[in-house]
């Protein structure tokens, strides 16, 4: 069960990292002044000035650290204990 919970943890991870990156390209090709921010299919937030891009770019790269810090305590657990 715990090899459940990191490989959710993990999957998380990455598609948080993905969207990061995906802002951060967005910025750097965009040409209009608003965007909107999904994740998952869910409108986070609809007008999102291009000034405020790194802000939720790094936001969600830096909230994909999280998840994979949690997996890895997991395993480093898991590990220890045998």
């Given at each position: ?6 490989f ?60 994979i ?13 045998k």
């Amino acid at each position: 069960m715990k090899w459940v919970y990191v490989f959710i943890l993990s999957l998380f991870s990455l598609l948080l990292l993905g969207e990061g990156i995906g802002l951060w390209t967005v910025l750097n090709q965009a040409e209009g002044t608003q965007f909107g921010i999904s994740l998952f299919g869910i409108d986070i937030k609809n007008d999102v000035f291009k000034e405020n891009m790194p802000g939720y770019a790094l936001g969600f790269s830096v909230a994909s650290i999280i998840p994979i810090m949690v997996a890895g305590t997991i395993v480093i657990k898991d590990i220890h204990r045998k």
